[in-house]
């Protein structure tokens, strides 16, 4: 399950293929994406051509036109690769906040839209560190200045609600819940864990997703809470994180960390 701005290597193997076989790649059907209401509706969203979004529809048609016997092997081991814990950050008990919500034409980080000159304390992260990020939906407090929705998705003691429902913000909230795919810029990160409620349209998506390796884009659907072990080792300086939904980082849904 790719979110805009994800990115995928594929090794395609069409060894036993005869001469003249087509194959296509399709995008296959999902849901739960859009605020449920707004799926019963109808309005899933139109791409260009009319395509209604979650609708199966083909990416790519490759043809096998020849062939040949010097067709390379995939390599063992690709690169090197450490899977990282809880346990590699230094505040696995306090993990940084980056709260979801969503106004009418107002998407918000932890309650707050884009600042160039501003960063808040939840946002300054020592170089060298490697820090525990939790990524939730808070729209019960996504009006609120100065970063106050950050609490949200939390239980007492910092740990994650395992019905991610419950921080929805009632009847308001539940309407505005849709899927963000969330972007940090700097070094890529792990995903550590996932908790979201047991619903038909995740249950559409949950075995499509790649959190075995390095990312920097992670879809988080509606009401999930996704955990994250992120890096800050290489540089210092001011790096974005934001949401990829194009018209969601235009109407200001990112901030920026400052690494010191």
């Not at 209401?37 to 051509?49: A, I, L, Q, S």
């Not at 559409?204 to 996704?226: A, H, Q, R």
Request: hydrophobic share 40%; with cysteine.
């Amino acid at each position: 399950m790719l979110a805009p701005g994800e990115r995928i290597d594929l090794w395609l193997d069409f060894s036993g293929r005869a001469v003249g076989s087509k194959l296509t790649l399709y995008s296959l059907p999902y849901s739960g994406v859009m605020p449920a209401m707004y799926e019963r509706m109808g309005h899933g969203g139109m791409m260009h051509g009319g395509i209604h979004q979650g609708a199966k529809f083909p990416i790519a048609v490759f043809e096998v036109t020849e062939k040949v016997s010097d067709s390379p092997k995939l390599p063992e081991k690709l690169v090197p690769f450490r899977r990282l814990t809880a346990a590699d950050t230094d505040n696995a008990d306090s993990p940084l906040p980056i709260a979801l919500s969503m106004q009418p034409m107002r998407p918000l980080l932890n309650g707050m839209s884009f600042a160039m000159d501003r960063v808040v304390e939840a946002e300054k992260v020592p170089l060298g560190s490697i820090k525990k990020i939790r990524i939730f939906h808070d729209h019960s407090r996504g009006g609120h200045r100065g970063g106050m929705g950050m609490m949200g998705g939390m239980r007492h003691g910092g740990d994650a609600d395992p019905n991610p429902e419950h921080d929805m913000g009632g009847m308001g909230g539940a309407m505005m819940n849709m899927a963000h795919p969330i972007h940090l810029h700097g070094q890529q990160y792990q995903i550590l864990s996932r908790h979201a409620a047991d619903t038909d349209g995740y249950a559409s998506v949950k075995d499509g997703f790649i959190d075995s390796g390095w990312k920097d884009t992670v879809l988080v659907m509606p009401g999930e809470v996704v955990e994250i072990a992120k890096p800050f080792q290489d540089y210092k300086g001011l790096f974005l994180y934001h949401c990829h939904n194009l018209e969601h980082e235009d109407l200001g849904m990112m901030r920026q960390f400052y690494v010191y």
